[in-house]
């Protein structure tokens, strides 16, 4: 079965504090592993999109990575806007997506 | 802009009601999917479609039902509203073809079942 594991739960950064994301997966045959930022109150917005290892992707202040287990969606000097919850999802040979339950990221001015 | 509209964003129901939630996109997509979605267990599909009057069942489908009569339009259907169905749903639709993840979302409908 699928599985999409991310971590941490929530993150508290200052303003200007770089840090980064990390989204575990198990998948049969990976077709596709998927970034998603989610504003309270609204649906998750597509990010990104990675399909091999070795893959980078790049927005603003956000590079997202892959290898053959994790990704990782790093964020540079970050800003209050960039408060929101990141979702992961991987799409396998089933060709369904799997979400996983997201880290909420608060950024402090 | 790209859309996809959800009819209600707010709704408070009694136990054993019937539930409508509609969903609208206007990009001509093939697909469209519902989902709810609960803190600490991310999105779980409920159903999809993959056109017009054809619906598959996704991973939790039970106390739901769908209908796609025409191609810019998938309503969410509770026959009998339980409280352990209050959540938040998103719709979200994207291109036919496999491959791609750009799921466009709704913008929810929070739903309340007392």
């Known amino acids: 079965e699928d599985q999409v594991t991310q971590s941490p739960e929530a993150l508290r950064l200052q303003e200007g504090e770089s840090s980064s994301l990390n989204c575990s997966y198990t998948?049969?045959?990976?077709?596709?592993l998927f970034w998603y930022r989610q504003d309270p109150g609204k649906g998750p917005e597509f990010l990104f999109t990675?399909?091999?290892a070795g893959e980078e992707k790049e927005k603003e202040r956000l590079k997202a990575t892959l290898t053959k287990k994790e990704s990782f969606l790093h964020i540079t000097a970050p800003k209050p806007e960039d408060s929101a919850t990141y979702l992961c999802a991987v799409r396998g040979y089933g060709n369904k997506l799997v979400f996983g339950a997201g880290t909420i990221l608060r950024v402090k001015s | 802009d790209v859309k996809v509209t959800q009819s209600s964003r707010y709704l408070v129901k009694r136990t054993g009601e019937k539930v409508f939630l509609e969903c609208v996109q206007d990009m001509d997509h093939e697909n469209m999917f519902w989902y709810r979605q609960d803190p600490g267990l991310g999105l779980r599909l409920i159903y999809f479609?993959?056109?017009?009057?054809?619906?598959e069942k996704g991973d939790i489908p039970e106390g739901y039902s769908v209908s796609r009569e025409k191609k810019e339009r998938f309503s969410l259907i509770l026959e009998s509203a339980s409280t352990n169905q209050t959540s938040m749903y998103l719709c979200?639709?994207?291109?036919?073809?496999?491959?791609?993840?750009?799921?466009?979302f709704g913008e929810g409908s929070r739903l309340t079942v007392l």
């Open positions: 998948v049969s045959g990976l077709r596709g």
């Open positions: 990675l399909y091999s």
């Open positions: 479609s993959y056109d017009v009057k054809m619906k």
């Open positions: 979200a639709s994207k291109r036919q073809g496999a491959g791609t993840g750009e799921l466009f």
